[in-house]
C-alpha cells in the first residue's frame, strides 16, 4: 500500500503534501530533519492520509494536491474525497512498535 499524506506544523501550520509506502517512518524522517523542505518547520504533525494499492495511483493524487494553491481548497479536496485525519476521522496507522492492544 501506498500513502498521500499531509503533515502540518505545529507552530507555523504550514502543510506539507507528500507520498510515501512507509507511513510511519516517513513522517517521523520529516520531524527528524531529514527533508531540507520541511526541517525548517518542525515539529509537524500528520493532519491527513489516504491509502491507495499503488504508487502511481499516489504519485497522481500528491501531485493534484500540491497543485492546489489556496488551504480551503486543499481542506475540501481531502474532505470530498475520504482523507482519513481530521476532516475525516478513522484508524490512525499503528507506529510500529506500537502495541495494538493499547490503541
Do not use: C
Not at 40 to 53: G, R
Not at 63 to 70: D, E, P, S, T, V
Not at 79 to 92: C, I, S, T
Request: no cysteine; glycine share 6%.
Amino acid at each position: 500500500m501506498f500513502f498521500v499524506y499531509i503533515l502540518e506544523a505545529e507552530k507555523s501550520k504550514r502543510y506539507y503534501i507528500g507520498q510515501t509506502e512507509n507511513l510511519d517512518e516517513r513522517v517521523a524522517r520529516h520531524n527528524q530533519g531529514y527533508n531540507l523542505s520541511t526541517k525548517s518547520y518542525i515539529p509537524w504533525k500528520l493532519k491527513w492520509w489516504h491509502e491507495y494499492e499503488s504508487r502511481s495511483e499516489a504519485v497522481k493524487i500528491e501531485k493534484q494536491l500540491k497543485g492546489i494553491k489556496k488551504r480551503l481548497g486543499l481542506e475540501k479536496f481531502v474532505r470530498d474525497n475520504n482523507f482519513r485525519g481530521v476532516a475525516q476521522p478513522g484508524p490512525v496507522p499503528l507506529m510500529q512498535n506500537e502495541d495494538p492492544r493499547k490503541t
